[in-house]
């Protein structure tokens, strides 16, 4: 069964960069009938799409983000990656990475998210 | 951007009531409209792809249905477990984006 798990540090200072990795067990990563993808969910918010990979390295993003964000895979480690930078208050959210079924574009197996704080 | 607009923001209903959560898109979006659960502190969890397709594993009191431009999410029979919040999803172009949610609270 297909398993995703998000990691990464839960406090970040403002100005910096966030770093998430989302870890993928139980099932192929380089499948072409998948890409993957991260979505948010500030605290008491709804949620927010940004930004999905496909392992022939293609990446869709948020274009409210897109200048702050980058996602990048490693199929060797069975991993893709998130990172945002400059990162404010408004970044303050749970994180949750998502396999993004291909052409459907919904997402079908969700991680069960990280909490990240942007403080000083 | 695909704006989507879910209606009402909450409901309170009994268990064995029937509920309708409405979702619009800003555009015509054909039949790419996708619905999610979301209980406290947990994931979303897939119901319902292509506005009427059933995901595998979830109960037919479930339904999803029209096109275009407008959506309904019908919860038939509620059941304790199905008091939670519901999101819609476009899934007709990039960037993706979600509705405001839909609140299913206990009566």
């Known amino acids: 069964q297909l398993q995703l798990q998000e990691s990464g540090p839960g406090l970040v200072k403002p100005s910096e960069t966030l770093s998430l990795t989302c870890a993928v067990s139980?099932?192929?990563?380089?499948?072409?009938?998948?890409?993957w993808g991260w979505v948010r969910q500030p605290p008491g918010k709804g949620l927010e799409w940004i930004g999905t990979?496909?392992?022939?390295?293609?990446?869709y993003y948020n274009p409210s983000l897109r200048s702050r964000v980058t996602i990048s895979g490693d199929t060797s480690k069975r991993q893709f990656s998130l990172k945002v930078s400059s990162v404010t208050a408004a970044d303050t959210a749970v994180y949750y990475c998502?396999?993004?079924?291909?052409?459907?574009?919904?997402?079908?197996?969700w991680g069960k998210g990280t909490t990240v704080i942007v403080s000083s | 951007d695909i704006q989507m607009t879910q209606s009402p923001s909450s409901v309170s209903a009994s268990v064995g009531d029937r509920v309708t959560i409405t979702c619009r898109a800003s555009q015509g979006i054909s039949s790419w409209l996708v619905w999610y659960q979301q209980k406290p502190g947990k994931a979303p969890k897939l119901l319902i792809y292509?506005?009427?397709s059933l995901q595998g594993g979830v109960p037919s009191r479930f339904s999803g249905s029209g096109s275009g431009t407008d959506f309904t999410l019908t919860i038939s029979n509620l059941q304790p477990e199905d008091f939670a919040t519901y999101y819609c999803q476009q899934s007709d172009s990039f960037p993706l984006t979600f509705g405001g949610g839909t609140k299913v609270q206990i009566k």
């Open positions: 139980g099932g192929s990563i380089s499948s072409s009938d998948y890409y």
């Open positions: 990979i496909s392992f022939g390295e293609t990446t």
């Open positions: 998502a396999r993004h079924v291909l052409r459907l574009h919904f997402m079908d197996v």
């Open positions: 292509a506005a009427s």
